[in-house]
């Protein structure tokens, strides 16, 4: 496992590169096909094909949905659906969305994954400036309809207190395996569909040092073959 030099703040940059490194999901869609094999299916191929047309002077966007987006897309998505309930009729309203990466809440003091699990899935009251349709108030449930083959988690550290912008440095545990299947079953939709058992082994976790002006990104990732982890910081890596 090789490292890559940091070109002036290029740390983010680099820290990606680790962890799509570390998906073999993701190398397998951007593997070189053999010959023999159709230009559609050539991802290489489309992708340098897209380029191209990204630099000709067109009004329109070039078309790439239906090649690399939705195949790669395809692998994070996560499908959930939202109950809206007013509290003033109980009027309930059901919409479904896709994410790409679970955005959790943290508290100030110590946290868990499954506690912030616990918190994004809890009802939440709207009211004020947060109601959606009810000039009243609301309260939304979200729940899941689908899991995807990788789940990308956000912790949301940062928080807006009076236009200035503050991160959040407290302690959140998580473990290296995680069973959906253990939450209740008010988290799942009626029209949950289980393609898999649920279960997720942790792969890559993606660091920030500093503060929410500056900082440094680096990267944990596990090797595919020897299953070891790895510390990478910009060149330099180590197990």
């Known amino acids: 496992m090789r490292g890559l030099f940091n070109y002036y703040l290029s740390c983010c940059a680099n820290t990606l590169l680790q962890t799509l490194n570390a998906t073999w999901e993701l190398a397998d869609i951007l593997e070189w096909k053999s010959a023999g094999v159709r230009a559609e299916d050539n991802v290489p191929f ?84 947060d109601c959606c349709f009810c000039a009243q108030c609301e309260a939304k449930t979200p729940k899941l309809c689908s899991l995807p083959q990788i789940l990308c988690i956000q912790l949301k550290r940062f928080r807006n207190i009076r236009g200035f912008t503050r991160k959040l440095n407290c302690r959140v545990t998580f473990p290296e395996t995680f069973n959906f299947s253990e939450f209740q079953r008010e988290t799942f939709s009626s029209h949950f569909t289980q393609q898999n058992d649920c279960r997720y082994t942790l792969y890559a976790v993606v660091v920030h040092y500093g503060d929410a002006m500056w900082g440094h990104y680096t990267a944990y990732v596990r090797h595919r073959v020897s299953n070891r982890w790895y510390y990478a910081d910009d060149s330099h890596v180590s197990q």
């Open 46 to 129: 489309q992708l340098k094909r897209i380029l191209k047309m990204m630099q000709e002077d067109l009004p329109h966007p070039a078309p790439h949905m239906d090649f690399l987006a939705l195949e790669i897309q395809n692998l994070y998505k996560i499908s959930v659906e939202t109950q809206v309930q007013c509290l003033e009729c109980n009027n309930v309203q059901t919409r479904d969305s896709h994410l790409l990466s679970l955005p959790l809440h943290i508290k100030d003091d110590r946290n868990s994954l499954k506690d912030c699990m616990i918190s994004f899935f809890e009802q939440q009251e709207l009211r004020g400036i």
